[in-house]
């Protein structure tokens, strides 16, 4: 079975920029959450879509927003950009809701604000 | 809210030791309890994944355990190798925020 695959794996953009990143997750799983991380926060939390919706959410400002498709791919969109959003934003998949099930992680996308 | 922590956060062991790293968290409320690593500038490999209503889980030479009343888990590592240095997490869901919550990691090296 083919991993959790994120695109892309790398960008840079400029202040007030938005951007938008994609995570296929493993075939038949149906969560997928989103982290950021970075080295003084550590991973963080920011969503989790179970079947199209969105059913927890972290502690994060509205500029950041996702969204589940159909065939369980996500997307997370960011606008705004400042400076600070410059992190390793990684997603992972589940085969059911994070609560009894192993979260499988992808390789990450490095955002870089300047 | 849960707070996880990891200590010590950096461990240096020759290879070939045995060694423990240590998780606590603070709200026993937990579904269940992940460890991951991580490799530098890479993403999460999860290791081992012990149920609430689980004490201990083993995969090769990894072994985990999980004591919910003392809000503790410990990942033993048996015969270190040097492939086996890289960032180890460990992360605990469930709670009152019904999301994966992580510490900040033990950064682990093994020296040749």
């Known amino acids: 079975k083919a991993g959790v695959t994120q695109t892309p794996r790398y960008l840079i953009k400029t202040r007030g920029q938005q951007v938008t990143l994609s995570c296929s997750p493993i075939s038949g799983h149906r969560s997928v959450s989103w982290y950021q991380q970075t080295p003084g926060q550590g991973l963080q939390f920011l969503f989790e879509?179970?079947?199209?919706?969105?059913?927890n959410k972290g502690n994060f400002p509205g500029r950041f927003s996702g969204r589940q498709f159909s065939n369980s791919r996500s997307e997370m969109n960011v606008s705004t950009l400042e400076l600070g959003d410059s992190a390793l934003y990684l997603c992972a998949s589940s085969a059911g809701t994070a609560v009894r099930y192993e979260q499988y992680f992808g390789p990450g996308t490095r955002l870089t604000v300047t | 809210k849960q707070e996880v922590t990891q200590i010590p956060a950096a461990l240096s062991v020759p290879e070939g030791e045995n060694l423990v790293l240590n998780c606590s968290f603070t709200d026993s409320a937990i579904y269940n309890l992940q460890w991951f690593r991580q490799d530098p500038g890479k993403g999460l490999t999860s290791l081992l994944l012990i149920q609430s209503s689980q004490r201990e889980q083993t995969s090769g030479r990894l072994n985990a355990s999980l004591d919910k009343s003392s809000g503790r888990s410990t990942l033993y590592i048996a015969a270190s190798q040097p492939g086996d240095s890289a960032t180890y997490l460990c992360?605990?869901?469930?709670?009152?925020?019904?999301?994966?919550?992580f510490g900040k990691g033990t950064k682990l090296s093994v020296k040749p």
């Open positions: 992360a605990a869901y469930g709670g009152s925020q019904g999301n994966l919550i």
């Open positions: 879509y179970f079947s199209e919706t969105q059913r």
